[in-house]
């Protein structure tokens, strides 16, 4: 019987974390090996989360004074704030230069150092690491993912906006200059801690947009189109906060170039799509739903036909905790530690 590989999560009692633990407890090639949750340092995950009850898992713990190399980690997978994540993982990495790391902050998503610097308000921590990062958007960088030490999970929203449009870009069948993205988030995209924004009183009964203008997912969108197109791409993209626990829903606007139809836009989706397991796209003119791709590792893609001459919209959904974060992860994790792809993370979505 092949050998397990141990991981490791930091900041396992957020969602990601949580949703992390969930998916890996499941996974035949790995052991749960550290835990950490520094204010819950001390605690057992089921006191954090007690559907983790019947299951052995190791205490939570600091992170502060770890022996990296004593651990005998395979891999790490990294759920911390940005910035803090930073300074974490150049540790991590300089003690324990075997260990590959797949982590799921902002911290190294954008190969620019000082593109990270403009949006995130603050100097970039380890500049040498980001230049060996890979960023992990499996279904365009697979190769590279597959030999990273480092790689950086994408967002949740931009996973959403890229899988229907890189492809559509590569191909040049699209105006680059007219792209819309209107997407739409449920709560936990925010994360676990407590914000007054975030209480039930605020936000339900509610449906309201938020980063208008400057969110920081556009920096990370504006590279990965731009390195698609071969030019500089800028897009239009506007989150908002819809009252539901888990989904993403980004509905694109887009036009055909040089006469190409919505139906030729399916068509390349449809081809680029076939053999992914975890992108599905459905047939022309239906469009998919948050609650069709709950609980799984699944990107449900639409397209339809606009009133207007030329246009078309495309309608992609996915679950932000699944494939939008711990799910891709662990599809990354599959890729860097040579396991098939699509091991522990086949789980069909729930519904209702």
Known sequence: MARQAKVGVL???????????????????????????????????????????????????????????????????????????????????????????????????????????????????????????????????????????????????????????????????????????????????AGRSAKEAMLFSEVSEGFHAYGVGHHRHMAELDQEFSAAAGREVVVTFTPHLVPMNRGILSTIYVRGRRGRTPADLHAILSKTYAKEPFVHVLPFGETPQTRHVRGSNMTFIGVASDRIAGRAIVISALDNLVKGASGQAIQNMNLVLGFPETLGIEQVALFP
């Open 11 to 189: 900041g396992a009692s957020g969602y990601t974390g949580s949703e992390l633990v969930r998916m890996l407890l499941r996974h035949p090639r790995v052991e749960i090996a550290l835990l950490t949750a520094d204010r819950r340092a001390g605690q057992e995950m089921r006191e954090v989360f007690p559907q983790f009850s019947p299951f052995e898992l190791p205490k939570l713990v600091s992170i502060e004074g770890l022996d990296w190399v004593s651990l005998g980690l395979d891999l790490v997978f990294c759920a911390l704030p940005h910035a803090t994540t930073q300074n974490v993982i150049k540790e991590l990495l300089d003690k324990a230069p075997s260990v590959k790391v797949v982590d799921l902050s902002a911290d190294f998503r954008l190969s620019d150092t000082a593109a990270y610097a403009k949006w995130y308000g603050h100097e970039h921590h380890a500049p040498e690491l980001q230049k060996a990062a890979v960023y992990g958007l499996v279904e365009v960088h697979r190769r590279a993912i597959k030999k990273a030490r480092l790689v950086a999970n994408p967002g949740c929203y931009t996973t959403c906006a890229q899988l229907p449009l890189v492809p559509l870009i590569k191909e040049k069948a699209i105006e680059l200059g007219e792209i819309v993205v209107d997407a739409k988030s449920g709560m936990t995209g």
